[in-house]
């Protein structure tokens, strides 16, 4: 059996690792002592004390032993890849022999013949001889490569490399997510580096939130239409391309290029000619007022402007699918390098869909003209290995790209590649007819399958395909990019705009398309505009054939056509060998809140009304208002039982304390008696199913009216397991998209909701607190300070105690200002950091003196270079957040004390004696609060005079 060392694994350290090893190689088990630990987590026995964590996989017919980390003096819970399981050594059977384990393992892409390390990001990661050769160069770093070449893979290992402040950037928010899980996955931490993952509209907001939306190629296309007489121009996508590639996106002194600079371009640097280009500023001109009266704004304009505001902040800088930037973009992320060279691009200009007028020609020029950001050596590699794709949907990805090489020449020396696949796969193509019988028979077999989605060219011809596909996943080729689905049917995409296709087939020769390698030729006439014109249909065309995993089935009307011949459809005709497949609720549930997670709102919803048939819930939830109708009702002197234990359960459940306190002293029973009792009462009232170890009764609800919907009380499902610390529920709700940041009427999020309770409420096992957490905590929280986005990791403490900050705020926060008129302090909070269990939190960051020096450092006013703005500290030692802090939840910008709200605190329920006495003293100590406050705004603030202590505390 095959051995292959992570390669973070310092194998000089490990006691008898060289013994040991061969044992597994020899697939001596039971001499090895191998006993199973985890899900595909093995160990094997060093010496008397230690351990040597291994997983198996396949490749073939082969089994490999990946060997990845050394546990020390049995310290399975200190183990990265166990995450703090319980691990109780006598009671685990031995495994003697590999082969009862090789047949379950899972199977990795490739494997090379003779490298004995392997990488890990989300998965096991084997590099080819191109990638392992990139990985060992220094930076400057522009890494070309297909879909499925391994890029972003790649790009992430080297950021591992990286010391100080590192930047990972996109345009697109779902790779940038993707990309933050897969960098930590398995718990990786590197003390020797802080990253932060943005997308550019993000990064354009660590600058300063720019006021409106972004304008779209949709704003654009509207605009357009209404104005359409008043011009000969006919194509609003080629011309929006032309205003955001050639007119706003290029490097210069202002945001856009004057009438004349247009005017006077070369011939290769617009889509236009010089007598098309005057219509093309005049419709411009009319763009720019299109921005002041919608309220929209440009990111090409905005990036000029924000280059004056820039600062160098970061040591490194990775910048992924850089074909969908411009040059303006591209230079301003390259402005935030402390260092210049200090960066890596990865991206394929074949997979331009975005209106952009990329090439690597102007990169290259952008750096020759600011050539320090490079440095002398070359510095472009190229990935030709695929390893996404089957063999077949490989092969016409490569004819598409012959095909264009045939009719345009080579684009840039860059893209002038083809690419293989390691698939052990073959895949299948077919060319389909469009036909009545064949359509309704395809439909059949795929409506019910969430791995087959079909694809047209231009948005408005997805009406003609649902008039035929009953699927949800039906996507224009732009909302396509970044989406891989087993099974891809295109239809009519070459049919459709058969005249596009007809000029990009034309003169050209079959045999060019049989060639091996694609020969460096330019276009001799540089006056041809045809690439730029026809570029869109061809790339088109090869984004959407990648799409396809495994399969592709090409429906088109019109067989004859000239590019079915060139790229060989014509010889996949025949009977129809769709195989029929039925996705499970919960593949329909998660493949929704994929979509959503991408932006593709509206196949979410589709999915969530036609195949879910989701329902609205036959109540209506108590929002805060809602509440506080109830809350007059359940107080007044004729208030009914029923309401006044509504209010009394939702009460308890926000922990909203002045109205428990008046229900206790206006004499209602269930708020007299002990919390312990009324709690139990509570949760066998409203959340008797989240008490169940299965999650089946629950998941009816979910089932029925959705995985975020909302119960009485205003909680979601998700709510409701972390309040009662449901792991097996949490987990099948986190499985199916449950929204880890839906935000409850009292601010809480559900880890925040999971961390009230583990303070406060009966006590989490700590094993399950952990999981429990780790399932539920947010990547990344997104906050607004001064009108500038900081994006926090779950790496940083500042991530964790804005979190506990919100769970502690009604149960300790208020009690702490009334009894001894305190609010958040160092040793408070280590308190109840001593509280939770070291895998939530390592015991290094529970000091108090740790603790103290992150408030500090984050003051308001403090000058710090790390200084994130988050606290304010309203005297010596004593700390609230900032009240000018923004969180964003969902889209949503939220006033921090607009979700935790001051007038919401009260004293505590169980306090009898001297109530009112105290009452006052709280409120005084709230008004002395907010006295500090206003005396700590900055000098601007002065003269809004706000009235009240709630104004003041919500900034």
């Not at 183990?79 to 059977?93: D, W």
């Not at 206003?934 to 709630?950: I, N, V």
Request: charged fraction near 25%.
């Amino acid at each position: 059996m095959r051995t292959l060392i992570y390669n973070e694994l310092p194998t000089e350290r490990i006691p008898n690792f060289s013994k040991v090893r061969k044992l597994l190689e020899d697939g001596n088990f039971r001499q090895a002592d191998v006993k199973k630990v985890g899900d595909n987590l093995f160990r094997a026995r060093l010496n008397k004390s230690d351990r040597l964590l291994f997983s198996l996989y396949r490749y073939g017919e082969e089994t490999v032993c990946l060997l990845l980390e050394h546990i020390r003096n049995h310290a399975y819970d200190r183990s990265r890849f166990l995450a703090g399981a319980a691990i109780n050594e006598e009671q685990i059977p031995a495994l003697e022999s590999p082969e009862k384990v090789a047949e379950e393992a899972s199977r990795l892409t490739y494997l090379p013949p003779e490298r004995e390390r392997f990488h890990l990001l989300d998965k096991v990661l084997c590099f080819d001889d191109d990638q392992e050769a990139v990985y060992t160069l220094q930076p400057p770093l522009v890494l070309v490569g297909s879909a499925g070449s391994g890029k972003t893979a790649l790009t992430l290992e080297k950021m591992k490399q990286a010391i100080g402040d590192v930047l990972y950037v996109s345009l697109s928010a779902y790779l940038v997510r993707n990309a933050r899980d897969w960098y930590y996955a398995h718990a990786y931490t590197n003390e020797d580096q802080e990253v932060t993952f943005l997308s550019f509209q993000e990064l354009l907001e660590t600058i300063q939130v720019p006021e409106g939306r972004e304008a779209t190629m949709r704003d654009f296309q509207q605009w357009f239409q209404r104005h359409r007489g008043k011009t000969r121009l006919k194509d609003p996508q080629k011309v929006y391309e032309e205003i955001r590639g050639v007119i706003t996106g290029p490097l210069g002194e202002t945001p856009w290029l004057s009438r004349e600079a247009y005017q006077s371009l070369g011939v290769k640097q617009s889509i236009f000619t010089e007598e098309e280009r005057p219509e093309v500023y005049d419709l411009f001109e009319g763009y720019l007022r299109l921005l002041d009266e919608a309220g929209l704004y440009d990111p090409n304009i905005i990036s000029h402007r924000y280059l004056e505001r820039v600062q160098p902040s970061y040591d490194f800088v990775v910048i992924d699918e850089v074909q969908d930037l411009t040059n303006i973009q591209l230079y301003l992320i390259l402005r935030l390098l402390r260092h210049l060279g200090q960066f890596i691009l990865g991206g394929d200009s074949n997979q331009i869909v975005h209106p952009n007028f990329f090439s690597w020609a102007s990169v290259k020029s952008l750096f020759f003209e600011e050539r320090d950001l490079t440095g002398p050596h070359e510095i472009i590699r190229i990935l030709h290995t695929n390893y996404r794709n089957t063999v077949v949907v490989t092969e016409v990805a490569n004819r598409i790209l012959k095909l264009k090489h045939a009719r345009f020449g080579s684009v840039d020396r860059e893209s002038n590649f083809l690419v293989k696949s390691v698939s052990q796969e073959p895949g299948r193509l077919q060319l389909l007819a469009d036909s009545d019988d064949i359509m309704r028979e395809l439909d059949r077999r795929t409506a019910q399958s969430a791995r087959t989605a079909v694809l047209v060219m231009h948005p408005e011809q997805k009406e003609t395909a649902r008039a035929w596909f009953d699927t949800p996943l039906i996507f224009s080729v732009q909302e396509a990019k970044g989406l891989e689905y087993d099974s891809i049917i295109l239809f009519n995409f070459i049919s459709e705009e058969a005249t596009a296709f007809r000029e990009i087939a034309r003169d050209v020769d079959p045999a060019a398309l049989e060639q091996d390698e694609l020969p460096y030729a330019r276009a001799r006439n540089k006056r041809d505009k045809s690439l730029e014109i026809y570029k869109f249909y061809i790339n088109a065309l090869y984004v959407a054939a990648t799409r396809a995993v495994r399969n592709l089935y090409v429906v088109e009307g019109d067989h004859d056509h000239p590019v079915m011949r060139l790229l060989q459809l014509d010889q996949c005709t025949g009977e129809l060998t769709v195989e029929a497949e039925r996705s499970s609720t919960r593949e329909w549930q998660q493949e929704a809140h994929r979509l959503e997670m991408q932006g593709k709102a509206e196949q979410a919803r589709e999915i969530r009304e036609r195949v879910l048939q989701q329902q609205q819930v036959p109540w209506t939830p108590l929002d805060s208002a809602g509440f506080e109708a109830l809350c007059e009702q359940a107080l007044a002197s004729n208030g009914s039982k029923k309401t006044r234990l509504e209010a009394f359960e939702y009460a308890l459940v926000h922990s909203h304390l002045p109205t428990l306190n008046a229900l206790d002293r206006s004499g209602f029973k269930p708020a007299t008696q002990p919390e312990g009792k009324a709690l139990q009462q509570l949760t066998q009232n409203r959340f008797q199913s989240y008490t169940f170890r299965k999650p089946d009764v629950a998941l009816k609800a979910v089932d029925r009216y959705g995985v975020d919907h909302r119960d009485r009380l205003n909680l979601t499902p998700l709510m409701a397991a972390a309040r009662l610390g449901n792991e097996v529920i949490a987990k099948a709700l986190v499985e199916r998209g449950a929204d880890l940041t839906a935000v409850a009427n009292h601010g809480l999020i559900p880890v925040q909701i999971l961390l009230e309770q583990a303070l406060f409420g009966e006590q989490v096992p700590e094993h399950r607190l952990e999981s429990l957490y780790d399932l539920l905590v947010p990547g990344t929280l997104s906050v607004q300070v001064e009108g500038r986005l900081i994006k926090l990791d779950r790496q940083l403490m500042e991530h964790f105690l804005l979190l506990m900050m919100g769970a502690l705020f009604y149960r300790h926060l208020g009690p702490s200002v009334a009894w001894r008129g305190e609010t958040f302090t160092a040793a408070a909070l280590t308190e109840y950091a001593a509280l939770l269990p070291d895998g939530i939190l390592p015991s290094r960051r529970k000091r108090r003196q740790y603790i103290s020096s992150i408030l500090s450092k984050n003051e308001l006013h403090r000058e710090d270079r790390y200084n994130r703005q988050l606290f304010l500290r309203v005297r010596r030692g004593n700390y609230i957040v900032n009240p000018g802090l923004k969180l964003k939840l969902g889209d949503v910008w939220w006033g921090y004390y607009d979700l935790f709200r001051p007038s919401d605190l009260d004293i505590p329920r169980w306090a009898t004696q001297e109530r009112e006495l105290i009452q006052r003293d709280m409120v005084d100590n709230l008004e002395r609060l907010a006295q500090v406050v206003r005396e700590s705004l900055p000098a601007e603030a002065e003269g809004a005079g706000p009235a009240s202590t709630s104004e003041i505390l919500t900034g």
